[in-house]
């Protein structure tokens, strides 16, 4: 399939959804509108929302924070995802050990968690941060994890015969094979740094996507809160797009699959 006719599927699917939307919400079926719109809105509100809150600036500075803090959240739980994940699959003594209180720690509801931080960080950027950080760690941590605990045994054994010292093995063994599966987690981990975000800016917060939210919803204003659910969204997909951008940088001696089967 080519890529425009992919983007076409794709666009189709979200004018479906629109166009259905639209007409459970403004047009009588049965005798009824099966969506009430106080609590549905309709695409035609949601859009004029958004728009507003671009003309008029209001969304810049919430969105430049929340911005923020899911880019720190993300850099730094990804970083440290990757380390720990690395050094515990070197280090099968060490991950060992650790296991149970990895497993304890990422059992925690995060939403308990917000509270918390917020008690020890203020309600300033960095509870949110935090927030998201151990939702972004744990993802990078057991995939990377994985993938170093992957390789295969044939492919270290040809290595060490040829000579290849543990740095190189590192290097040129260990560090491929971790690759595809973090990126492959940090695809998701992109999601939830934004999650942590504004989930932490809904729970208490003076400015953010999550604070535009709650505020909308304490005046029932459903379109709002449908236009920061639609501005948080796109805003994922642009984040995820420069991480696959940074992945066929970084993983361009990888075969796809064309290239596999020939």
Not at 127 to 136: D, E, M, N, P
Not at 211 to 237: K, N, P, T, W
Request: glycine residues 8%.
């Amino acid at each position: 399939m080519s890529r425009l006719t992919l983007l076409s599927l794709q666009l189709l699917v979200a004018v479906v959804a629109l166009v259905v939307w639209h007409v459970l919400t403004t047009v009588p079926l049965f005798g009824r509108i099966l969506l009430p719109p106080f609590f549905f809105s309709n695409p035609i509100d949601v859009a004029s929302q958004v728009v507003k809150w671009f003309y008029t600036g209001v969304i810049w500075k919430h969105l430049f924070i929340t911005l923020w803090e899911s880019v720190l959240a993300f850099v730094i739980g990804s970083v440290g995802g990757v380390l720990v994940g690395f050094w515990f699959a070197r280090k099968p003594l060490v991950a060992a050990v650790f296991d149970p209180y990895v497993k304890m720690i990422n059992a925690l509801p995060r939403v308990v968690l917000a509270p918390i931080f917020a008690l020890w960080l203020g309600l300033g950027i960095w509870s949110k941060v935090a927030l998201g950080v151990t939702l972004v760690f744990f993802i990078v941590f057991f995939n990377v994890y994985q993938g170093v605990k992957e390789v295969s045994p044939t492919v270290l054994d040809n290595g060490r015969m040829l000579g290849m010292s543990e740095r190189q093995l590192t290097r040129h063994v260990y560090w491929p094979s971790a690759l595809s599966w973090m990126f492959s987690s940090l695809h998701t981990a992109v999601g939830f740094a934004v999650v942590g975000a504004v989930v932490g800016e809904y729970l208490g917060s003076a400015a953010g996507l999550g604070y535009l939210i709650q505020q909308a919803e304490g005046v029932f204003d459903v379109a709002a809160v449908f236009a920061g659910m639609f501005v948080l969204s796109v805003f994922v997909i642009l984040i995820d797009l420069v991480v696959t951008l940074v992945e066929r940088r970084l993983l361009v001696w990888r075969p796809t699959a064309t290239e596999g089967r020939g």
